[in-house]
């Protein structure tokens, strides 16, 4: 069995790297990164790093499926969403997830930061001038604009510390 698995769902490869780097913080030998879809229930271990890109405010039916089958596991949960880049949005995403880890998992905490969205979005943003308030509208052009350039160098390192609290609190236990 593995001591650690990060498994994860991204569609443009934001939570890839948030992924990638909490896979190097690590320090164990021990472990495991892999894409969610190639998940088939295979891989085991004792800790789980379960990370996933917000689509209205919630997690893809493969995260909801991995986490609805752990029993018995220290869970952390990761994510990027390009909009609502605020603490209390990311709580939002982090009860979203662990809704569906059954109860004697154990919730270690969560890291969320922002991504980068496609092109599309802006646009489809953009189609709505004189559609909808030019304020609301031009606060999510503006949010969206911000985002391009996320997940950042920040954005990593604090993936990383969040990982290395995440062990911290592992070996409390």
């Known amino acids: 069995m593995l001591k650690y698995l990060v498994a994860y769902a991204s569609e443009t490869g934001n939570t890839q790297k948030i992924a990638e780097e909490i896979y190097k913080a690590i320090p164990d030998t021990r472990k495991e990164m892999i894409n969610v879809r190639s998940f088939v229930g295979l891989h085991e271990a004792e800790n789980y790093f379960i990370g996933y890109w917000a689509n209205c405010g919630t997690c893809s ?3 909801i499926d991995l986490l609805s089958s752990l029993h018995g596991k220290n869970v952390a949960i990761f994510g990027t969403c390009g909009l609502g880049n605020t603490d209390a949005y990311y709580k939002k995403l982090e009860l979203a ?3 569906w880890l059954p109860s004697d998992n154990r919730v270690l905490g ?3 930061c922002q991504g980068r969205m496609p092109v599309e979005f802006r646009q489809k943003y953009e189609a709505c001038r004189g559609r909808c308030s030019d304020e609301q509208l031009q606060i999510v052009i503006d949010a969206y604009d ?3 350039a996320h997940p950042d160098r920040q ?3 604090k993936a990383n510390v969040f990982t290395c609290e995440m062990i911290k609190k592992i070996k409390s236990f």
């Open 146 to 148: 911000k985002a391009k």
């Open 97 to 99: 997830a662990t809704t």
């Open 61 to 63: 039916m493969e995260i």
């Open 110 to 112: 969560s890291y969320f």
């Open 155 to 157: 954005d990593l390192l």
